[in-house]
Structure formats: structure tokens, C-alpha cells
């Protein structure tokens, strides 16, 4: 977390389970901040002169280059979000360039920003709320204020799939507002909102005290089984994305492995228990598919496929093993399996 003192001076909070406590670091003035995955970093974008892309590296903010220039906070407002499917970080501002013109929407690839040129864009706006829904595989953009009438709020629903911005219609819908905060819970499979505030016509401030809940529609399950074995740094581990028919992309990533290390990722039908020894596992002892990339400096890596619709209720598992020189077994890390049901 990033925020003032009574000074306005910029402070880095972490949370480590049990209490909060900050560092000495110097804090450049961040406004928006997301997880990127495939960094396995906290990342913000800075305001002012220290405007630009940032990571936290755990104990320094370092500043991120990019081979284009990319977006400026120079009159407009931005929230950002890691597409997790598309190894892309999304940041969605009113236009700066065209003032007060549509939504920019800019793309990051781990190199060089990308400004996005779709066909439809949300209206212009400031304070509005960005998560990613890993159901749905798609970024989502919620509320917010116009630039004009001052007293007028949005609550409108807009979903990016890497190309367009599509509007998204529910039953129910939350009250206009701008600055609400939104997280996407993955066990639930679902999107939270939590809060916000708008002036009423008075002049008083109405501080919004709710949640609500927004279901990805996209219903699955995954379930861990068995351990892992890794060297002193511990097991790696093996996450995914949503498996539902349809998914324009399933992932599965490895994570907390060596950094520049290959790695295999083992999917099969059947799963099993057969003992390697050195407290190792083969939990796919018969896979149907073997699938290889290299982990990148923060020790990630990733491997997709699209699901067919067809694959409704298909069960499969998956493990992955990484070159690890300090592994317990002739220099290999095994992840523990991950079994799927392919949803709704």
C-alpha cells in the first residue's frame, strides 16, 4: 500500500498476515497501484515528476523503462490492471490528448507501451474503479465522474477483452459513484465493490458503506492435492486461470521457481502418487500433453490453450517441474498437482 503522512510525504505500507509496518524507502508519488503477475511484483503508475511505471522490487521502488513513450497523467485520471491471460498490464485514463474526448486505453508488455485504438470506449471520466475478472478473462472498468455536470455519477459496467470495450449490462446495479475500490475474489470466483462517495445536490458528501458482489459467471473448480519439494527457497508453485468452455485462454503458471530455468508442465487425465524419493512426487504420472518454457528473472512462467466449449465437465490435472540446481532430486523442483473440473 502507498500513501501520505500528515506531511504529504509518501510512505510504502506492506502487510505480512498480521500487522501492518512500513520501510525507509523512498516512495515516488504513485496514484495507482495493481499485482503483476507475471513479474510477481507490485507495480504503480507515478504522477508528477515522477511520472512513469514503477515496481517494488520489496524493499526499493524502481523505475520501469519502455522502448515507446507511453501514458501521461497530465490532466487525466488512470487506473490500471494486470491482464493475467494476456500478460498485459492495461491502463485505462481519460484522454489527455483529446480532452474531453473518449477513454485511452494503453498496454504494456513487460518492453514498450501500446496505445490501444478500439472501435467503442467508455465515456470520458475521472475516479473510476479497474480490477481484472479471471472468470470472464477480462478487465473491468465501473463508474466514475464526468468532467460535466459536477454533481453527475456513473454506474455503468465495461468490460475490455484485449481488443474492445463492450458494455456490460446486470440485473442489479450498484448506486453512482466514483472512487469505489473493486478485487476479484477467485475462490468465489467473483467481484467485489466496496465502497465509494459522491456530493449530493446539497453539497454534502455521501460515503457509500456497501459491498456488492458481481458473479464472473463462469463457475469451475480447482483443487490442490499433494506437496511440492524445492530446494532451500521452498517448492514452486502451480496456479492457473478459470477452465470454463470458451476461454479465449487457460493458463497455467508456475510461480516462486528460479529465476531462467526451464520447465515442463505435465497434463494428463489421470492423476497418481508415484514417490521419486527426496520427498518428490509425480502426481501425473501418465500425461496426455508436455508443454515447456523457461521461467523469466522473477522466476514465472506460463503455458495456454483455449478450451473448447465441448470440454463442458471434463476433468484433467497438471504439475510442472523446474530446473532447480539446489533442487532435493537430481536438480529438479516438483510443484504439487492441480486437478480441474471444466465449468458452467
Known amino acids: 500500500m502507498v500513501g501520505a503522512d500528515n506531511n504529504a510525504v509518501m510512505q510504502t505500507w506492506e502487510w505480512d498476515g498480521a500487522a501492518w509496518f512500513t520501510t525507509a524507502a523512498t516512495t515516488p508519488q504513485i496514484g495507482r497501484l495493481t499485482y503483476h503477475g507475471g513479474r510477481g511484483r507490485v507495480v504503480g503508475f507515478g504522477t508528477g515528476n515522477t511520472s512513469g511505471l514503477w515496481e517494488w522490487d520489496g524493499s526499493h521502488w524502481i523505475g520501469l523503462n519502455s522502448a515507446t513513450s507511453g501514458p501521461s497523467l497530465s490532466g487525466g485520471d488512470c487506473s490500471l490492471a494486470y491482464d493475467a491471460v ?39 471520466r475521472d475516479q473510476f474503479t479497474v480490477t481484472y475478472d479471471a472468470g470472464r478473462q477480462r478487465v473491468e472498468l465501473f463508474g466514475g465522474r464526468p468532467a460535466s455536470p459536477w454533481n453527475t455519477y456513473l454506474n455503468d459496467l465495461w468490460e475490455w477483452d484485449g481488443s474492445t470495450w463492450t458494455q456490460r449490462t446486470t440485473p442489479d446495479v450498484p448506486g453512482g459513484r466514483q472512487s469505489a475500490l473493486a478485487v476479484y475474489d477467485p475462490l468465489r470466483q467473483r467481484t467485489l465493490l466496496v465502497g465509494g462517495y459522491r456530493m449530493e445536490g446539497n453539497g454534502a458528501n455521501n460515503y457509500f458503506a456497501d459491498i456488492w458482489s458481481l458473479a464472473s459467471g463462469a463457475r469451475f473448480t480447482s483443487t490442490n492435492f499433494g506437496t511440492g519439494c524445492g530446494g532451500p527457497a521452498g517448492a514452486p508453485v502451480l496456479s492457473s486461470s478459470m477452465a470454463h468452455p470458451g476461454a479465449d485462454a487457460f493458463t497455467l503458471d508456475l510461480l516462486s521457481a528460479p529465476a531462467n530455468a526451464p520447465a515442463l508442465f505435465a497434463v494428463g487425465v489421470t492423476t497418481g502418487s508415484v514417490q521419486l524419493g527426496a520427498g518428490c512426487t509425480l502426481f501425473v504420472p501418465a500425461p496426455t500433453a508436455m508443454l515447456f518454457a523457461p521461467t523469466n528473472g522473477s522466476g514465472f512462467a506460463s503455458v495456454r490453450t483455449a478450451i473448447s466449449p465441448s470440454l463442458r465437465g471434463f476433468t484433467f490435472a497438471a504439475q510442472a517441474v523446474v530446473l532447480d540446481p539446489q533442487g532435493p532430486l537430481a536438480g529438479l523442483a516438483f510443484t504439487g498437482g492441480l486437478r480441474f473440473v471444466v465449468g458452467d
Do not use: F, H
Not at 108 to 115: E, I, K, N
Open 86 to 124: 494476456r500478460l498485459q498490464l492495461v491502463l485505462i485514463q481519460r484522454s489527455y490528448r483529446t480532452y474531453p474526448g473518449p477513454m485511452d486505453t494503453w498496454t504494456w508488455d513487460g518492453a514498450a507501451w501500446a496505445l490501444q485504438n478500439p472501435t467503442t470506449s467508455p465515456p470520458p
